[in-house]
């Protein structure tokens, strides 16, 4: 008999077809398809509600939100980020001709070391993009200092974190920016989509700006702006996702291949298993979704990837 049927530990969540047919209906009678149109509109203020954050922007992919982050708050130089991670996060730092400087993580949490921050520090050194890996939360307090120390940007890479809370607020409330990624392979998807949490109006409108192309109205442009703008679509299944996400978090918290996965962990990579997050955090267990083929202990080696494959923490 074959063993190579896959057996999925995720597949990306969808609401039943049914479902999203009145949200299509609607963007069909309107012909609005884009440029921050009213599901867009709503999706970013229940979107603020459910994470307890005050200004958001959406996006296109959580990688050109990354990229904008980067443009909003001008930074240049050298920037210290962490070598666990997907390729998106230091891609996004070369995309703005940005020198990424690695400095290597904590075994135990997978998240950039703190301790080892400072001498990497450099004068052309201008922010910090750590990554709350695998949604579980970085040393924000420790960075923060850090940061504030030497007067650097801190940029979260929060693609894994949605809907993370960290001593009873949000997570994404930590740093200058916090960046999702709504991939349709992360524990909330929109198919594809991505956001940027900002901490004052004033940076959301710099940002939104950005993702239009730089446009402030239709006949002026302040700055070399991208095209990041979410569609209506993705945002319409954004707000039928959200009504359900709580279901299918738990659902994905008790899947039985979660647990097979887990414990298959394999010594030889312990080093590379996360530690169990501390119960007041609410992660999003976003990392496990990779299928298993064969058999449970060749899925635990590939979970447990090196440090140099994209897999280690892709979520694709
Ligand atoms: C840590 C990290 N950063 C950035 C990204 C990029 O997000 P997106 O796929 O939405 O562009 C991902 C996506 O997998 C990710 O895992």
């Given at each position: 008999m074959s063993n190579d049927k896959e057996i999925f530990i995720t597949q990306p969540d969808l609401p039943p077809l049914d479902d999203f047919i009145p949200y299509l209906q609607k963007i069909w009678d309107s012909?609005?398809?884009?440029?921050?149109?009213p599901f867009h509109q709503q999706f970013e203020q229940l979107l603020c509600e459910y994470l307890g954050v005050e200004h958001i922007s959406l996006f296109t992919n959580g990688t050109i939100a990354l990229v904008t982050a980067l443009q909003a708050l001008r930074v240049t130089g050298e920037v210290i980020t962490t070598?666990?991670?997907?390729?998106a996060t230091a891609h996004s730092l070369l995309w703005n001709g940005i020198k990424p400087v690695f400095v290597d993580i904590?075994?135990?949490?997978?998240?950039?070391d703190p301790a080892r921050i400072e001498a990497a520090i450099t004068p052309q050194t201008t922010a910090i993009m750590p990554v709350h890996c695998y949604g579980h939360p970085c040393d924000v307090a420790a960075i923060q200092k850090i940061a504030d120390n030497y007067n650097l940007r801190v940029i979260y890479d929060?693609?894994?974190?949605?809907?993370v809370r960290y001593r009873d607020e949000?997570?994404?409330?930590?740093?200058?920016l916090s960046v999702l990624s709504l991939h349709a392979?992360?524990?909330?998807?929109?198919?594809e989509g991505g956001a940027i949490i900002s901490p004052d109006a004033k940076t959301k409108l710099r940002i939104d700006r950005l993702k239009n192309f730089?446009?402030?109205?239709?006949?002026?442009?302040v700055a070399p702006g991208i095209n990041g703008k979410m569609s209506e679509l993705n945002a319409a299944l954004g707000i039928l996702q959200l009504e359900r996400f709580g279901d299918a978090r738990r659902a994905r918290r008790s899947t039985p291949t979660t647990a097979a996965c887990s414990t298959a962990w394999p010594a030889s990579a312990a080093w590379a298993r996360p530690a169990s997050p501390p119960p007041t955090i609410l992660t999003?267990?976003?990392?496990?979704k990779k299928a298993i083929r064969k058999h449970a202990t060749r899925c635990s080696s590939d979970c447990a990837t090196t440090r140099s494959s994209r897999a280690a923490t892709s979520s694709r």
């Open positions: 012909r609005v398809l884009t440029n921050g149109g070598p666990y991670s997907f390729v904590d075994p135990h949490t997978l998240n950039l929060a693609a894994h974190a949605f809907g949000s997570l994404l409330r930590h740093g200058d392979t992360k524990v909330f998807n929109t198919f730089g446009f402030v109205d239709e006949t002026t442009v999003s267990r976003s990392w496990w």
